[in-house]
């Protein structure tokens, strides 16, 4: 397989400063060169790759760094337009070099090696612009000490290397690595000796120095532009995956759940949330009715089929999505300041679109064979939960590890262990079916596959830990993005039952994946019926009167089931009138719109009676009236409607409000009543 040579690894962009000279006087000049000089000083030496030639530059800067200090003790203030000069290009050159070391230490090492050639080259390239630097400086106008001029003059001679040094023995792993690269995307298993060799002496010999070497080519991968560059570095991916498994075993599973601990234990702004998975959004983007939610989210629910804004309720008129770039940078910028990792759902796009590399696809299926095949013949209880969970992580890369996991088989196996007494094995095997899931194809294979939807529905229900549960829950909400399984899943008493026991008992991280799932389930009409037999009025009254976060996720479930529901779910909401109320007043600019929605449809529905109701909550025309001025659009327009009905109601206007009766809903107008069963 051949990798196209590239300057060298870049893991960050360096700054601007590397690349422009400074504005400073003739000394702040000569002490930022003495600064830089010492910084590239102080660096280590790279350990695996490329170790002469980072020497020969630290080695450089640190014998600069004693003409920096002789010119500093020189009482000389100015020098002469030539010297400045050089001493300008010298800053960029020495900024160039402590950006070269640092990128090659801190980034992906198998890319590294596969660039090694052109990397070594650019340590030369950096020497030569170095000693052409030190032939011009006029050293004898610079009145310097003759120790120092003869330290020059060394230094000059030590940059007047004629070629570039590619170490052969390095060289050497570098064509068997491309060797071992061009045989995978041939379909031939690998000599695991040779690849043990290989990683040894790259330094990866564990698990997790794999796991740290696949972040950094992810990372390699995001700062990439090149279509071809981006294909070679998912082989690279594939392999290191490859290797981590069969060389090191499966990886001994960490404590975690499902989402980080710093996002659970962090209170995510209401407008970072996207509105269908309650979840921080990673790519936020506008729909045609002006709401913003996350891509893949939104995506997901275009594409199983409906053309309504999940929000607001309105059809769309066209399904075209608009980036939000100003609210990423928002999220972006504090997500920093909370110290959360945020990876774009744009890298994950970028992964699979590059995933047609052939080493990349017969790196993953012989992974995942290995993995298959460990799976079937563990023996103990430890050992099958780590293979599991090394299918957990797979499956949450990308598409075409999702498809050669089920492709293998290895839905069936999974769910023998959704009933295991072993927390951990249990909560691996729910989250892995979760996270294949996200793939159309593999939803259809859960659904159909003997034992695997009850499965999971027996997790939910009766799972040992919540974190079991909630990922149970969002299995679920993943499911429901086909509309027919959503039809069938909302039919079902036991996943009802299950979402709404999860809702009102659950801590908030598994309450949120249950609220989500009901939320998708309450589309569907037949389904809403279910919901509120079971309480799900009641449960999203008592969470609304919990924290800002729960109420706002609780008023939105609210809304959909009043709208859908008819006279049932209004009457079954007439008591949450006085919550809503509270919404109004102190709830967040996403709960307080969803809360005059939902007064909107009660009202509307619910007939004087409701009306009155509310307009006895204390100061309640205020509130609304401050709504029209400060609210979203669509609040604007739900508080207008409002505050109407209030109006007429006061002035026994009240002809096109609906009035109750204890067994029926009637519509009055002025012509003749209508009865709504």
Known sequence: ????????????????????????????????????????????????????????????????????????????????????????????????????????????????????????????????????????????????????????????????????????????LRRNFLKMLDEIKREIVPDHGKLAEIFKKLGLQDSTSCSDEIKSLEEEFQNQTDDKTKSEITALIGLVRYAKCVLFGASTPKSHGRRQKSMTDTNIPADFRCPITIDLMRDPVVVATGQTYDRQSITRWIESGHNTCPKTGQTLAHTNLIQNRALKNLIILWCREQEIPFQSTEVNDKVKASTQNKTFFGATKMTVSFLISKLTDSESVEATNRVVHELRVLAKTDSESRACIAEAGAIPLLVRFLGSDHPNLQVNAVTTLLNLSILEANKMRIMEIDGA?????????????????????????????????????????????????????????????????????????????????????????????????????????????????????????????????????????????????????????????????????????????????????????????????????????????????????????????????
């Open 1 to 172: 397989m051949a990798i196209s040579p590239q300057n060298f690894p870049r893991k960050r962009r360096p700054s601007a400063g590397s690349f422009i000279s400074p504005t400073l006087s003739d000394r702040r000049l000569v002490q930022s060169l003495l600064v830089v000089s010492q910084e590239i000083s102080s660096l280590m030496p790279l350990q695996f790759l490329l170790r002469r030639n980072s020497v020969s530059i630290i080695r450089k800067s640190n014998l600069l760094a004693f003409l920096f200090e002789e010119l500093l003790r020189n009482p000389v203030s100015c020098f002469a337009p030539t010297a400045v000069l050089c001493f300008e290009e010298m800053y960029i050159v020495l900024q160039r070099m402590k950006a070269l070391i640092e990128d090659c230490s801190n980034g992906s090492r198998a890319w590294l090696l596969t660039q090694h050639e052109s990397v070594s080259i650019g340590f030369h390239e950096l020497t030569v612009d170095l000693s052409t630097l030190l032939d011009i400086i006029p050293v004898k106008g610079l009145d310097l000490v003759e120790d120092i001029e003869e330290l020059v003059l060394l230094i000059r001679k030590q940059c007047s290397e004629t070629a570039a040094y590619v170490d052969r023995t390095e060289d050497c």
């Open 453 to 677: 939807l009850n499965g999971v529905i027996e997790v939910l229900r009766s799972g040992a830990t919540w974190e079991a549960k909630g990922n149970a829950a969002a299995t679920i909400f993943s499911l429901a993005g086909v509309q027919s399984y959503r039809k069938r899943l909302g039919k079902k008493t036991r996943v009802v039952k299950g979402l709404l026991d999860l809702a009102k008992a659950g801590p908030p991280s598994s309450r949120r994946d249950a609220l989500v799932a009901i939320l998708s389930l309450a589309s569907e009409r037949d389904t809403v019926a279910r919901l509120i037999e079971g309480g799900v009025v009641e449960m999203v009254i008592e969470i609304m009167a919990g924290s800002p976060e729960e109420a706002e996720e609780a008023v939105t479930v609210l809304e959909v089931v009043v709208r859908r529901g008819g006279s049932v779910a209004v009457a079954a909401a007439y008591h949450a009138i006085k919550k809503l109320s509270v919404v109004l007043r102190s709830g967040s600019d996403r709960a307080r719109e969803s809360a005059a929605a939902t007064l909107v449809n009660i009202c509307r529905k619910g007939g004087t009676e409701t009306v009155a109701e509310l307009a006895a909550m204390p100061g309640i025309e205020r509130v609304i009236w401050e709504l029209m001025g400060t609210g979203t659009e669509r609040c604007r327009r739900k508080a207008a409607s409002l505050l109407r009905m209030l109006r007429r109601w006061a002035a026994g206007l009240d002809e096109n409000v609906t009035t109750t009766t204890a067994h029926s809903t009637i519509v009055t107008t002025p012509s003749t009543p209508l009865l709504l069963s």
